[in-house]
Structure formats: C-alpha cells, structure tokens
C-alpha cells in the first residue's frame, strides 16, 4: 500500500492479532449488551470508553451511545426540575446539554410552555426560553408578543416585564423596521405599562418596566459640564491649584460617568510633560468615573512670563464612552492663562497657623469680588454655544405627561412606590431642562421633590438611607442651582490673628441632615468645606474637589477610617476634623464588608509598614489611611477609638502633623 511492499505476518503476530480481536468481540458483545437493554451504569460508561479507545472507528456507536446518555440526562434534570423549579443546577445542565446539539427546540418549548403555567414568573425559565429562542433563531418581534400575551394574563409577571426590556434594547438599537421611531415605541410602551399600574399600583413589576423606560428616555450622550480652572480663567503658579509649586492639577467634570479622558488634548506652549495622562477620580469597578485628572507641568522659565495660554480640547477625538455605551460626540474647549506671581509666601503663613472654625472668622462674599465672579462663571458653566446638545422636545413632553397621570395616580391612593417613581419623574425633567439649558432651570420645584422623600422616611422606614441619600442629591441640586442659593452657603475664612494671610473660598453645609455627595461639578473650587452635624457615613463623592484644603466632619454618623478611604485622593487636605462621629463604636460593623487585618501575617505587615511597629497591626485601618495623608491639623477627639495610646500612635504615624485635639504635637 502506498508503494511499500506487504509482508507476511509472523506466527508470533498471527496468534497476537487473533487474541487482539477476540478480546476485542467480547468487549463489544459486553456494550451492545449493555446498549440495548439501555443500561447506563458506571461499569456500561468505562467498558464503552475502553472499547472506543481499543477501536475508535466504532463511530456511530459512539454517537448512539452519547444519544441515549443525553437522552437520560434530559430525563432526570425534567424529573429534578418537576421537584423543585428553582434549581440553578438544574437548569445550567440542561442548558450544558442543549449545547452540544440535543434535543429538539420545539420539545424544549412546549416543556417550557408547562413549567411556565405552573409559574408564569419564574425567572430560570425566562432565562432559558431566551436561550433557546437564540438556538431556533426567533425573531424578537415574535417573542415580544409573547411577552405581552403573558403580562395580559398576569401584569404582576416580573419576569416577563424584564424580557420586554431585554428584546426592546435590541430591538430598538438595531432599529428594525418598526422600531425606528424611538419617540412612538416609547410611547406606546408608557401608555401599556400604564394600565398595570392604574388596576394594582401597590405591584412593583410594572414600576420597575416603568423606571427602565424613563432611563431610556433620559438616555443622552455624556455631556462636559465644568472644569477646574474654569473657562477663561487666570490661574498663578501657587499653592492653590497646585503641587509643587510648579504643577498644575486640571479637572474634568461630566454629567454621567464616563471612560477614557485620553481624547483630551491641550495646547500650551509651555507645557514641558508630554501626552497628557487623565487619571479618574472615584472610578467604579469598570473604570467609568464623572470626573479625571491630569498633570501639566510647567518649566522654571515660565516664572518669568505674565500669561501662559492653555487650552484643553474635550472629545476633539473618539474615545470618551458613558458607561451606557453613548459616546461623547461634542468637542468643547477649556481656555484660562497660567501666570508667575510670589504670592506662595503670602498663602504659607496661613499654614503655621492653627485652623479655627469659629464663626468670626468666616465673612460672606463681598459684592463683586473675586470669589463671586469666579462663582458667577463656575455656575454658568461656559460651554461654547455650538457645541452644547439640546435635548429632543419629545423627552420632556413624555417625562412630563408622566408627572401628570403620576400626579393623577397619587390623587387617589397613598401608594410609596407611585411617589417614589413621581420624584424621579420630577428630578428626570430637571435633568432635560438643564441638559439641554445649563444656563437656568425653569419651572423647577425642588421643595415638591424634598417633600415626597421626606414622606417616604415615614412611609417605608426600612428603606430610610435610601431616601435619606435621595434627599441629599436633591437639597445639593437645589443649592447649586443658581448663584443665588450657593451665595447663602459661601464664605471667606481669613484668620484673625493673621490679617495678612491669604484667605480660603469656603463652602459651609453643616447642619443639613446630608448623607452622600452630589452636584461636584459645581463645587470645584471649594478650599475649605464644613460638613459637620449631618448624616454623612462616607465621604466618597469628594474625590473631584482637588483643592481642598480644610475639610470638617465633626458630628456625623461614620463608623471606620475605611469611610474615609477617598480622602487618600485629595492631595491638597491639611486640616481634617472628624470628632465627635462613630469610630470605634461598633464592635461589628455591618455597613461595610468584614474582612482581617492586612498585618495580622508578619509577612504582610513588613510588607505596609518597612519593619517599623507602631502599633499597626492593633490599628490597621488608621494606620492604612493616615499615612497617605499629609495633614497638618487633625480633630479626632469623640471617638470611642481614640484613647492617649491612639493618639500617641498618630503623632508617630504622621511626623508633619503639627495639632491633634488643639494641641502642638512636636
């Protein structure tokens, strides 16, 4: 064969060969055996493997054999699956068998067709039944209408709410025919989920459709709204601003979370780093983020020039998402001039000088000042008119005549869920209006929106920190809404016993009942901000107010140093007051994860610490956080972890400290 000569087997081989095959057929007589009277017991599985080993060109046995066993598994995950319709294992295996091309997908839906009778809800089966319309190729305008055939059956159908969602985002994003016209699909869409929520509105499922088409209808491109330093500002080469005294910090703040700043281009003749790298600032997981940070840096030579041109180009190129998917399609640019000036010596006296929060020595904002026309600028948000988006009328239109049958909805039943989706409504409009006008909002009732929450706290008291953050975002909204609300809550700190010093831009919103951060973007030139006799747990949110300076959170509800953790991002904090808060006070904390001390292992611990013990396996937490902080002045004082140990452990951690408690430490 193939030209090469045959030769006679050997005696030796004959007798092998003959052995060989009839070990062979009794092996084969043992599977067919075992086959036919469909026995597939672990002894059948390893005689059938090692037969197929022994003579792999038994094919279509082979294939037999697989059949019959998917055939097996089939019918034992059907019998587990009749005794309990919720198990994930069961149903993952079924699907695990489908996949290798099984079974039939008409079989499998007329299966479904029965588990589903008995729980039209059950959300494993939805999830198959989406597995198996991708394997048999429905089309989603069919499967649609069977999503509506079952809510008509049961509107409280959760599950198939959620399936409706699911084929109208392909739907609509691959614009078939008929879907087009998002304005109408939505429309059609409000008015059917409509009628669920006027016959039960205590039934949550409609609701939540109902929230995911009002996300749908705000659904815009990421806009840019400010920047630090402002448009057409004069920055000087100082401590404010920047680092090093020859490092400028610019901040880019955008509606929504966005992801990947490198588009952002600057034009400065004098810029000596190179490409510029955008760090973000309180990132999620996925790295999406509202606002980034940069580096420019300037040569000594500058210090000889009056005005150094900058201009920071945003979305000049592809590349910024919203983690929605939008991409950033609008260029804008950012215009302000860098100048020398020796006021560093002016503003270093004012940190020798022991911090006090004493309300003589904060003064309201004169008339025509510096700090009120920097305000003036940061709350018009100055985004050249060519590039601002406008928002479609048809988005406030619907939003609106939302607010109008929720309104109705609520005239006759007092129902939590209908004055939730009603105060979203109402913020949502907010939203639409200033997106497509930063410059006013009109028509804006905040007070309506602050009083269906506070109705809320009393309604549904399991859900309090919820609507307690709700609220927050609200009353941050309101006060940053115009330069006349902000004004109340600004203020000059200039200290008494140094008339000479630099004073700081200070925002004070104590005593508003806060429990999270909103509205940053109006907020970046802060310096000094009083946070204290609120609801605050975290401090995450502060993260863009890279000018911080002072910072007071005395009297609020934070139970860890690893509340504080986002406090490590701003590099410009000195004064830190948290006294009088929870710290230590909680033996377990269950409001964070539970996790051991990163140095309880010697390994670890010389790994965070360089060998030095000083106490920081006992107080790992304050150990992680205040040695990235480089504070000057520190109230602590209150706290059910601060002992004269504790404080002794501090002065040690942090050698620039120069006050702890109102005392010098070195």
């Not at 039944?129 to 429905?138: D, H």
């Not at 459709?209 to 057409?232: A, C, I, M, N, V």
């Amino acid at each position: 064969m193939h030209g090469r000569p045959r030769k006679a087997p050997t005696q030796e081989e004959q007798k092998a060969s003959s052995l060989k095959a009839a070990k062979l057929r009794e092996l084969q007589s043992q599977v067919l055996h075992f086959h036919h009277n469909k026995i597939y017991t672990k002894e059948a599985i390893e005689l059938s493997a090692k037969l197929l080993e022994s003579n792999p060109e038994h094919y279509t046995f082979d294939s037999e054999t697989i059949q019959s066993i998917l055939d097996e598994e089939l019918r034992v995950v059907e019998n587990a699956l009749k005794k309990n319709f919720k198990s994930y294992g069961a149903w993952h295996h079924r699907k695990w068998v489908l996949s290798k091309g099984h079974s039939s997908t008409d079989k499998e839906l007329k299966l479904l067709g029965k588990f589903q009778k008995l729980d039209s809800r059950n959300f494993h089966a939805w999830n198959y039944r989406r597995f198996i319309t991708a394997l048999k190729k429905i089309p989603d305008e069919e499967e649609l209408q069977y999503t509506t055939n079952m809510i008509y059956d049961n509107f409280s159908n959760y599950s198939a709410w959620h399936n409706r969602s699911v084929l109208l985002s392909k739907l609509l994003d691959k614009q078939e025919k008929g879907y087009q016209d998002k304005e109408n699909v939505l429309g059609e869409e409000y008015e059917f989920v409509r009628n669920a929520l006027f016959t039960d509105p205590d039934d949550q499922s409609g609701w939540f459709y109902h929230l995911w088409l009002l996300d749908q209808t705000l659904k815009r491109e990421p806009l840019f709204l400010s920047s630090w330093p402002p448009h057409g500002s004069n920055l000087y080469i100082s401590h404010d601003g920047y680092l090093n005294g020859q490092q400028a910090l610019p901040v880019l703040h955008f509606q929504s979370k966005v992801k990947n700043s490198s588009t952002v281009t600057v034009e400065c003749e004098h810029h000596a780093g190179g490409d510029l790298n955008w760090t973000p600032l309180s990132a999620n997981k996925c790295g999406f983020s509202p606002a980034w940070l940069t580096c420019l840096t300037f040569p000594d030579e500058v210090h000889s020039l009056e005005a150094c041109p900058v201009t920071l180009s945003v979305a000049h190129f592809p590349g910024i998402t919203s983690s929605s998917g939008m991409p950033c399609s609008q260029t804008c640019h950012v215009y302000f001039t860098v100048s020398a000036t020796s006021g560093d010596q002016e503003h270093s006296e004012v940190q020798t000088v022991q911090i006090s929060w004493n309300k003589e020595n904060f003064k309201a904002c004169a008339t025509e000042s510096q700090e009120e026309n920097l305000l003036k600028s940061l709350c018009k948000l100055e985004i050249r008119k060519e590039n601002k988006p406008t928002t479609p009328k048809w988005s406030i239109e619907a939003v609106s005549n939302e607010i109008a049958h929720c309104q109705e909805l609520l005239s006759s039943t007092d129902c939590k869920i209908g004055k939730l989706t009603l105060a979203r409504l109402l913020m949502a409009r907010v939203t639409l209006i200033s997106y497509g006008s930063p410059d006013g909002e009109t028509g804006v009732h905040y007070e309506d929106i602050l009083a269906l929450y506070h109705d809320l706290m009393k309604m549904d008291p399991r859900h309090l920190c919820y609507y307690e953050d709700e609220y927050s975002l609200v009353l941050l909204k309101q006060v940053t809404s115009n330069m006349g609300s902000l004004l109340k809550h600004c203020c000059q700190y200039r200290e008494s016993s140094s008339p000479n010093a630099k004073p700081y831009s200070c925002l004070r919103l104590n005593g508003l009942s806060l429990s999270r951060f909103g509205s940053m973007e109006h907020l970046l030139w802060v310096q000094m901000l009083d946070l204290s006799h609120n609801k605050l747990r975290s401090v995450e949110g502060l993260e863009p107010l890279q000018l911080l300076s002072c910072l007071k959170l005395s009297n609020n509800r934070i139970c860890n140093f690893t509340a504080l953790e986002p406090l490590k991002m701003l590099k410009s904090l000195q004064v830190l007051d948290i006294s009088n808060n929870e710290i230590g006070a909680h033996t377990i904390d269950t409001r964070r994860y539970l996790c051991s001390s990163p140095l309880t292992h010697a390994v670890g611990f010389e790994k965070f610490t360089d060998g030095d013990d000083v106490e920081c396996k006992n107080h790992w937490e304050a150990y992680l956080l205040f040695k990235d902080l480089n504070l000057l002045q520190l109230e602590i004082v209150g706290n059910a972890v601060v002992d004269e140990q504790f404080k002794a452990f501090l002065a040690k951690l942090m050698p620039a400290l120069k006050w702890l408690d109102g005392e010098k430490c070195h």
